[in-house]
């Protein structure tokens, strides 16, 4: 069985690909830009011109569901399988989700329930995974162990430059910014349900997204509710959850925080930089007694 793999260099390809390895499954990568996942017409004819030019291909693998490329695997009548990493992924919101081409894999069980009637029997709860001979490869030397030895460490984004709401918040009137604020601060108190969605309403959706100067893409159907909770207020939240997680547990153990953000404003947080996820990351995950992962406030809660 030979599948072809649409390479965008995310950390888990290593892995998936060893574990096809193992299975038994060859793995052509196809690697090319790709600037628009719906529309990127250069990155749609190599893929269909690298396609024509192989044989025996049995299927095409990507992580994380990209619409240009279940385009082109309707188009030669090729199963397209993707397995998603993010949660949420917004490219499920394509109506191109449908095709009979495609089987989804959603690692996120809510996310998986959601999204399976659009294509009944084509869309499927599939959890993460990790390749464990990677951590054996990328053991830490005594001078890493060292540099990285922490009580408590958190790798990730803070959300604090790559969040939408604070670009939008300014443009909202008072009430509507009093509004997010309360439902922020009343999300922080609370884990098992979230609380975001259900207090949107059609009507605030809709002026929120008349503040925000948002543009549905065509041929999208997203639920503007969902939309707005997880998009714009989860990842807010999460900021917020962040932030608030770490200066606490700052002040009680020796933690170190592996992001691209900048943190000059909470001078508890010990900011290392950011942690190549190939390199670095396995080093600090076994030079440290805990490694924090900070859920974000999407169906995860």
Same mark, same amino acid.
């Given at each position: 069985?030979?599948?072809?793999? $649409? ?11 060893? #574990?096809?390895?193992?299975? =038994?499954i060859s793995v052509t990568e196809f690697k090319h830009p790709l600037?628009?996942?719906?529309? %990127? ?18 299927? !095409?693998?990507? !992580? ?8 082109? $695997? ?14 949420? $992924?917004?490219?499920?919101? +394509? ?40 951590? %054996? ?12 030895? $922490?009580?408590?460490?958190?790798? =990730? ?9 604070d670009s939008v918040s300014s443009k909202l009137p008072s009430h509507?910014? #009093?509004?997010?604020? #309360? ?8 884990? =098992? ?6 207090? *949107? ?32 207020? =989860?990842?807010?939240? @999460? ?17 170190h925080t592996y992001t691209t953000d900048d943190t000059f404003c ?6 290392? #930089?950011?942690?190549?996820?190939? @390199?670095? @990351?396995?080093? !600090?995950?076994?030079? +440290?007694? *805990? /490694?924090? /992962? ?5 169906? *995860?809660?």
């Amino acid at each position: 069985m030979t599948i072809i793999l $649409c390479s965008w260099d995310n950390l888990m390809e290593p892995g998936i690909i060893s #574990g096809f390895s193992k299975l =038994g499954i060859s793995v052509t990568e196809f690697k090319h830009p790709l600037n628009d996942y719906d529309t %990127d017409a250069d990155y749609l004819n190599a893929l269909s011109a690298f396609l024509l030019a192989q044989t025996n291909v049995n299927a !095409v693998f990507s !992580v994380n569901y990209i619409p240009v490329v279940a385009m082109v $695997c309707k188009a030669h009548r090729i199963p397209y399988l993707s397995w998603t990493v993010d949660c949420p $992924c917004l490219t499920l919101y +394509s109506d191109t989700i449908a095709y009979p081409t495609n089987y989804i894999f959603l690692f996120d069980r809510v996310q998986a329930v959601k999204f399976a009637p659009y294509n009944p029997g084509h869309i499927f709860h599939l959890p993460l995974a990790f390749d464990p001979s990677f951590f %054996d490869e990328h053991k830490p030397t005594e001078k890493e162990r060292t540099k990285h030895s $922490c009580d408590v460490s958190f790798i =990730g984004s803070l959300y604090i430059k790559n969040n939408q709401y604070d670009s939008v918040s300014s443009k909202l009137p008072s009430h509507m910014q #009093g509004y997010v604020d #309360g439902l922020l601060s009343a999300q922080q108190q609370v884990y =098992g349900y979230n609380l975001l969605k259900d207090s *949107i309403s059609d009507e605030w959706a809709d002026s929120f997204l008349r503040y925000a100067e948002f543009q549905i893409l065509p041929n999208y159907r997203p639920d503007y509710t969902d939309f707005i909770a997880d998009y714009y207020l =989860g990842y807010k939240c @999460t900021q917020l959850d962040r932030i608030h997680i770490l200066r606490q547990v700052s002040q009680l153990a020796k933690t170190h925080t592996y992001t691209t953000d900048d943190t000059f404003c909470y001078p508890e947080i010990n900011n290392l #930089g950011i942690a190549d996820s190939t @390199t670095v @990351t396995p080093k !600090v995950f076994a030079s +440290s007694r *805990i /490694n924090l /992962n900070i859920s974000l406030r999407m169906f *995860i809660v």
